[in-house]
């Protein structure tokens, strides 16, 4: 059975750390000349679940499978500097689904827990990046209704 919930304190935090490494590894394959995750280390990103813990305005959103983690939403609230007509915005700042669970619909459940936490905090909008070359995560996306916002370029010196 799969379960999304918040991450809690006592959960095994290795599980989402592997998850995150998994996520820059995938990251990568799709530039590598922008990415090093060979150094890459559990300090480098641990901060992040911790503070999804103590912040109200954030959160690690996981999912289990038999209680094991096998998924998860990094999500964040954020002002808007006071130009803006949206003065708070979501961000999905990463969603990894482990490879032998994926096509079992956990990173839409993902998902719409990342919309209901947006929601209870009164936020309309939210953002996610992903990869232009990541054509699967590009048709989920658009598949849960979500619409590209504006592209970002990398160029070479």
Same mark, same amino acid.
């Given at each position: 059975?799969?379960?999304?919930?918040?991450?809690?304190?006592?959960?095994?935090?290795?599980?989402?750390?592997?998850?995150?490494?998994?996520?820059?590894?995938?990251?990568?394959?799709?530039?590598?000349?922008?990415?090093?995750?060979?150094?890459?280390?559990?300090?480098?990103?641990?901060?992040?679940?911790?503070?999804?813990?103590?912040?109200?305005?954030?959160?690690?959103?996981?999912?289990?499978?038999?209680?094991?983690?096998? %998924?998860?939403?990094?999500?964040?609230?954020?002002?808007?500097?006071?130009?803006?007509?949206?003065?708070?915005? %979501?961000?999905?700042?990463?969603?990894?689904?482990?490879?032998?669970?994926?096509?079992?619909?956990?990173?839409?459940?993902?998902?719409?827990?990342?919309?209901?936490?947006?929601?209870?905090? %009164?936020?309309?909008?939210?953002?996610?990046?992903?990869?232009?070359?990541?054509?699967?995560?590009?048709?989920?996306?658009?598949?849960?209704?979500?619409?590209?916002?504006?592209?970002?370029?990398?160029?070479?010196?």
């Amino acid at each position: 059975m799969i379960k999304i919930r918040e991450l809690r304190p006592e959960d095994n935090l290795a599980a989402v750390l592997k998850l995150c490494k998994d996520f820059f590894f995938d990251y990568e394959r799709h530039h590598e000349d922008f990415f090093d995750t060979d150094n890459l280390s559990d300090a480098d990103i641990s901060g992040r679940f911790q503070e999804s813990l103590e912040s109200e305005d954030s959160a690690t959103i996981v999912a289990l499978v038999d209680d094991v983690i096998v %998924g998860y939403a990094s999500v964040a609230v954020r002002a808007q500097p006071r130009f803006y007509k949206v003065k708070k915005v %979501g961000a999905v700042s990463a969603l990894m689904v482990a490879e032998e669970h994926r096509r079992r619909g956990i990173a839409t459940r993902l998902l719409a827990e990342a919309k209901a936490f947006f929601k209870r905090r %009164g936020v309309k909008y939210f953002t996610l990046y992903t990869s232009v070359a990541n054509k699967e995560a590009l048709k989920f996306y658009e598949k849960n209704n979500m619409t590209p916002l504006h592209s970002s370029f990398l160029g070479e010196s």
